[in-house]
């Protein structure tokens, strides 16, 4: 909403505003693009001009959106093949610009995501860990219970047991 605000307000027309990403149907000047940089700036949010920051921030939305919102992900669906069919990019160079640009690999990325998702169920105690590791697609409770440990420091039971369960904002990943 904030983007598309900001976009009537510099009078540029856009065929579609979604996560991470604008389509403009014109060309927009010098000043357009510092105007909609300030004011995307002053909501917390930034405009990427880099195609390779651009292309990051694409794959760090599709690891998001594969782990955190889709429920439908095809459990044995490969992720590089899914997360370069959906870019159009040859996951090799994917995964190679994102570890040079982040410092960590897709997979690790992936791992982090995981597990906080896996702290999102434990504390909305609706499912237990036969149903979580189900649910995102562990091979086995002591497969996730040894990732859980090994990013946590804890086990899930004992994590499930804390008074103040502390999670990490995905941003912060």
Do not use: C
């Not at 909403?1 to 009537?8: F, I, Q, R, S, W």
């Not at 996560?19 to 930034?46: H, Y």
């Not at 919102?69 to 370069?84: A, G, V």
């Not at 649910?135 to 086990?155: D, E, R």
């Amino acid at each position: 909403m904030m983007v598309k605000t900001e976009l009537d307000k510099l009078g540029l027309h856009y065929i579609m505003v979604d996560l991470g990403e604008v389509d403009i149907k014109e060309n927009i000047s010098a000043w357009q693009r510092v105007q909609l940089k300030a004011a995307l700036l002053k909501s917390g949010l930034e405009l990427m001009d880099d195609k390779k920051a651009v292309l990051i921030e694409k794959i760090k939305n599709v690891i998001v959106e594969m782990i955190h919102y889709e429920d439908d992900f095809p459990p044995r669906e490969k992720k590089s093949i899914y997360i370069s069919e959906k870019l159009g990019h040859n996951y090799t160079y994917l995964a190679n610009l994102f570890s040079e640009t982040t410092g960590v690999t897709i997979e690790h990325y992936i791992l982090l995501h995981k597990i906080e998702k896996v702290k999102e169920l434990i504390i909305y105690d609706e499912l237990n860990l036969t149903e979580i590791s189900y649910k995102l697609h562990y091979s086995s409770v002591a497969h996730l219970s040894t990732q859980f440990k090994k990013v946590t420091g804890l086990t899930p039971s004992f994590f499930k047991k804390l008074k103040h369960k502390r999670r990490t904002p995905l941003d912060n990943l």
